[in-house]
């Protein structure tokens, strides 16, 4: 089972997650993070704070795509963790579905351009559960009209992303968490 911190950085409220497998002892657990936001010091401070508090080792970042509210605080993480490998479109240059495991956690690399052309979700398939940047929201998607946005290709994206299990949890880029079931029953774009 993975525990999932969430925290609301930046002016446009992103998600920034803290993602590990639940701990079975009191010994130092590892982490990923995923679009870290962190735009001020006491955003950055929070985020320092909850790992030292929970035992957690960072060995990761991931990357849904790099407008900057979702990598402004990449550079003070790899600062604090040197070396920290970090995995995404740009980063993995992999066209196709990429299966990785850091520590004890393990995921798919799913390409869903459309919001940005180097957009990916994270898909933790064992746990049933989705991080989505800017691609899926509850109830809504990301814009298309920045650069590398495309309406046509995100639809595609959604498309596959309406093939996941009905009971997925979708973490989305902004917003709050929600279900792929409930997506096709409420989202137009599904």
């Known amino acids: ?15 920034t997650y803290i993602v590990s497998a639940q701990p079975s002892s009191d010994k130092e657990q590892s982490c990923i993070i995923i679009d870290p936001g962190m735009y001020e010091e006491k ?5 320092l704070d909850y790992l030292t508090a929970h035992k957690l080792n960072l060995v990761a970042i991931l990357i849904t795509h790099t407008h900057p509210d979702h990598i402004c605080g990449q550079e003070f993480i ?4 040197p070396n ?10 992999e066209p ?29 398939e064992s746990e049933g ?6 691609t899926l929201f509850q109830e809504s998607i990301g814009r298309t009209d920045l650069p590398g946005g495309d ?11 309406k093939q996941l299990p009905k009971e997925t949890v979708v ?8 279900t792929i079931e409930h997506e096709i029953r409420y989202n137009p774009y599904l």
């Open 1 to 15: 089972m993975l525990e999932i911190k969430t925290f609301y950085c930046n002016p446009f409220r992103e998600c």
């Open 43 to 47: 955003e950055e401070r929070r985020v």
């Open 78 to 81: 790899e600062k604090h963790f």
């Open 84 to 93: 920290i490998p970090v995995y995404g479109f740009n980063f993995t240059c």
């Open 96 to 124: 196709e579905t990429m299966v990785v495991e850091v520590a004890d956690l393990r995921f798919r690399m799913l390409p869903t351009p459309g919001h940005k052309e180097d957009s990916v979700c994270f898909y933790f």
């Open 129 to 134: 559960i989705i991080f989505t940047g800017d």
């Open 151 to 161: 309406m046509n290709v995100l639809l595609q994206s959604l498309a596959r992303l």
């Open 171 to 178: 973490y989305p880029g902004h917003g709050f968490t929600t």
